[in-house]
Nanobody, 118 residues
Framework: VQLQASGGGLVQAGGSLRLSCAAS????????MSWHRQAPGKQRELVAV???????NYADYVKGRFIISRDNAKNTVYLQMNSLTPEDTAVYYC?????????????WGQGTLVTVSS
C-alpha cells in the first residue's frame, strides 16, 4: 500500500486547510484510516481516526475543529481543518491499515507540512 498525502501549506491563524491522502490498492475500504501529526521537537500524536465502518474519533485538541472523512470510491481520506492555531503547526501523516491503535503496524504516508502563522 502506498499513501500520498497532500494539501499542506501556510495559513493564517483562524484559517482552514483540507488535507488529502490517496491510497493505492483495492482493499482501502477495509482499512482503518487515521491522521497523525508531529510538531518540531515533539512526538507524533494521533489527530483523528475513521474506521472501515465510518466511525470517527478525534483527539481532544482538535475536536470540534477538524473533520475526518473518507471516499472509498476514490481511495482517499480527508482531513478538513478549521479554526487553525499556531499550535496546529506540524507535519501531518496519514496512516492506513487493519490495526486500530497499533499504528506502526499499518502503513504510513510521507507527510505534508502545515504551518499556521499568528
Amino acid at each position: 500500500v502506498q499513501l500520498q498525502a497532500s494539501g499542506g501549506g501556510l495559513v493564517q491563524a483562524g484559517g482552514s486547510l483540507r488535507l488529502s491522502c490517496a491510497a493505492s490498492g483495492s482493499i482501502f475500504r477495509s482499512y482503518q484510516m487515521s491522521w497523525h501529526r508531529q510538531a518540531p521537537g515533539k512526538q507524533r500524536e494521533l489527530v483523528a481516526v475513521i474506521t472501515s465502518g465510518g466511525s470517527t474519533n478525534y483527539a481532544d485538541y482538535v475536536k470540534g475543529r477538524f473533520i475526518i472523512s473518507r471516499d472509498n470510491a476514490k481511495n482517499t481520506v480527508y482531513l478538513q481543518m478549521n479554526s487553525l492555531t499556531p499550535e496546529d503547526t506540524a507535519v501531518y501523516y496519514c496512516n492506513a491499515g487493519p490495526f486500530y491503535g497499533s499504528w506502526d503496524r499499518n502503513y504510513w504516508g510521507q507527510g505534508t507540512l502545515v504551518t499556521v502563522s499568528s
